[in-house]
């Protein structure tokens, strides 16, 4: 997957599905979620330590609504879902083993060194196959 000459990209889905939940309410994932944190101060801290640690890797929101077959087709090689939208996020066929499920503690402090952590076991997993 990560090779000296291609960045790996990530998605960070921080919107559900349209396909699986239509309750306006129920559209925005967890109630709890936004108060935590806004997945628009996590996505730049991901980026930033990224850029820190010199890893060839691209961090993106997600602009499909959760559609990981657009995902897919937009050339993402991982995907990392917020909180709360475990179960409003459809795969659709993309490689579950590229999905990382954030947990709760580790995104409302913003520690993305848990991420980033398993986007490595990620990366290391795929290079393995």
Request: hydrophobic share 40%; glycine share 4%.
């Amino acid at each position: 997957m990560e090779n000296s000459n291609r960045m790996t990209k990530i998605c960070v889905v921080c919107t559900p599905s349209f396909s699986i939940c239509f309750n306006p309410i129920m559209m925005q994932g967890n109630a709890l979620s936004h108060f935590i944190v806004d997945h628009n101060e996590y996505i730049p801290s991901l980026q930033k330590q990224v850029e820190s640690l010199s890893l060839p890797w691209l961090v993106e929101s997600d602009t499909t609504y959760a559609d990981a077959k657009e995902i897919e087709l937009q050339g993402f090689d991982i995907i990392v879902v917020i909180p709360g939208l475990k179960f409003m996020f459809a795969r659709r066929g993309f490689d579950k083993k590229k999905i990382i499920h954030l947990d709760y503690f580790s995104y409302s402090t913003k520690n993305v060194n848990v991420a980033i952590r398993r986007i490595k076991e990620v990366i290391n997993s795929s290079e393995a196959l």
